[in-house]
């Protein structure tokens, strides 16, 4: 392009730029949710103020000032308090001021009138930031994505796997890819059958966007049905064992329990001062424990809601948790650590799994052992009666991400960052298949 061409070029995409009315639904919502939303929503509405929808954000809070005036950034509560040079009474309070794009699009946009073009002014803006970021899953993927999540089909014979914006069911005898279901998250985190049904929970999300919880029903053809918005995105999902209860837990820092019947939130439990990386029951179905950014792992007691133990004794973020099958016990593990037993009664350290390195990524415990998944690609088999590695397997070339075991505890499933999965048998301490899961 030759020089004027390209001043040409440029000076008509900045007309046609500036000509274009910024849009509530695509601009303003997001920042609005992501920025505002953990104080001014239903849970929490600071100053009396709510900035959940499009019709709220113009009621007035507890000052009796205008939130927004349309065409009067000057006169608008919303614009005035970002701009406030004293950081008690900036917004958002207690955090970094907007950037100045940000202040300036949500200036415009009063000043352009502060119309809505999301639909129904009642309508959340959780789902209007939903919808910006769902789109299509690519036809052919220009590289595998990271396999974060797997589990396989309760009758053992198909694996769920982690994609873009969608979830594969893998057929692990031929290796052949089986169903393509999409309508979800970019980043899928965490995937769970139901013990007694072919329901599928699914987390994922945006980091610091927007997350979601779903369920899948491969009997009414795969519906993707959504449970929750969640102010980040969702990192974890567990049934109870007996199904009834489903858990979720993201970077929200909170815990989730939803009625998988009904589909709707039973519970929320809000304890943990950062992000909860992973959450699982206990056999008894009455505990869960979770492992969270904020260096600990804990116990709930499902009855009053409460942590029951804490255990603290980690130098970095807690990646993963989980009850040993006894669940007297329960193991946690953070980078440069070895993976860490303790009681779970009253979360007091017991021993380490020094076996298994300082680079465990992920865990599982199997009825016999402990199997945990590296950054060095490597996968161990460690029996909990001399906690010995008893297997190394070697066949991942990138970090492991993910473990699944089969029903029956004879065959697992491991991913890693560069798209493989490796079926494993426990038995023959060797891979029986080995697929890149890239459409
Ligand atoms: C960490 C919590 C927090 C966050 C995040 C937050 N606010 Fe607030 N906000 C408050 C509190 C507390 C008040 C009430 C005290 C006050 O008015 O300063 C308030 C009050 C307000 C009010 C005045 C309401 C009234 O009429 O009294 C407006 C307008 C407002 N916030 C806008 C925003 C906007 C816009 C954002 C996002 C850019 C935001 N807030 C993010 C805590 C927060």
């Known amino acids: 392009m030759t020089f004027s061409r390209l001043a040409f070029f440029l ?3 900045a007309s046609l730029h500036a000509a274009e ?8 919502a997001p920042v609005l949710h992501r920025r505002c939303g953990a104080c001014h929503g239903e849970e929490n509405a600071k100053g009396g103020y709510r900035l959940d929808t499009y019709e709220r954000i113009w009621k007035t809070g507890d000052s009796g000032d205008a939130p927004l005036v349309a065409g009067k950034p000057g006169e608008s509560q919303v614009h005035a308090r970002l701009l406030e040079q004293d950081a008690n009474d900036r917004m958002p309070q207690k955090a970094d001021a907007l950037p100045p794009r940000e202040v300036a699009l949500i200036e415009r946009w009063i000043a352009e009138g502060a119309a809505n073009d999301g639909g129904a002014p009642q309508r959340p803006l959780a789902e209007l930031v939903r919808e910006s970021l769902l789109l299509p899953a690519p036809e052919k993927y220009a590289r595998p994505a990271p396999v974060t999540a797997l589990a396989f089909s309760p ?21 052949a890819l089986v169903r393509r279901i999409g309508g979800l998250p970019q980043r899928i985190t965490a995937l769970a059958w139901h013990p007694q049904t072919r329901l599928l929970a699914v987390a994922g999300g945006s980091p610091a966007q927007w997350g979601g919880v779903f369920l899948i029903d491969p009997a009414a053809d795969f519906r993707v049905r959504l449970l929750a918005d969640l102010p980040d995105t969702a990192l974890s999902v567990a049934f109870s064992p007996d199904g009834k209860l489903l858990a979720a837990s993201g ?27 992973a959450v699982a029951f206990a056999r008894d179905g009455l505990r869960l424990v979770s492992a969270s ?3 600990t ?22 990646l993963a948790a989980a009850f040993l099958p006894n669940s007297k016990g329960a193991l946690s593990v953070t980078r440069g650590q070895a993976v860490q037993q303790w009681d779970a009664e009253n979360g007091k350290l017991s021993s380490e799994f020094t076996d298994a390195g300082r680079a465990v990524q992920v865990l599982l415990p199997t009825s016999r052992g402990l199997l945990t998944g590296s950054l060095d690609g490597l996968v161990r088999f460690i029996p909990y009666a001399d906690r010995r590695t008893l297997m190394t397997w070697f066949g991942h070339r990138d970090c492991v991400e993910s473990l699944a075991v089969a029903p029956g505890g004879q065959v697992f499933a491991s ?13 023959c301490e060797t891979w029986v298949r080995r697929f890149t899961t890239s459409p």
């Not at 009315?21 to 303003?28: I, K």
């Not at 009758?155 to 290796?175: F, K, N, R």
């Not at 792992?297 to 807690?318: C, K, M, Q, Y």
């Not at 890693?416 to 490796?422: Q, R």
Request: some cysteine; glycine content about 8%.
């Open 11 to 13: 000076a008509l995409t």
């Open 297 to 318: 792992a804990r116990i709930f007691s499902l009855e009053s809601g409460e942590a029951t133990a804490i255990h603290d004794d980690h130098a970095a973020p807690v």
């Open 155 to 175: 009758d053992g014979t198909q694996l769920a796997v982690s994609g873009y914006y969608e979830i594969m069911l893998w057929d692990i005898d031929t290796g």
């Open 415 to 427: 991913g890693a960052h560069d798209g493989e999965v490796c079926v494993w048998n426990l038995a």
């Open 21 to 28: 009315p910024v849009s509530f639904r695509r601009e303003v």
């Open 293 to 295: 950014r904020d260096r």
């Open 251 to 277: 970077g929200d820092r909170a815990i989730r329990l939803f009625d998988t019947a009904t589909g709707k939130q039973t519970r929320l439990l809000k304890q943990h001062s950062d992000s909860v990386q």
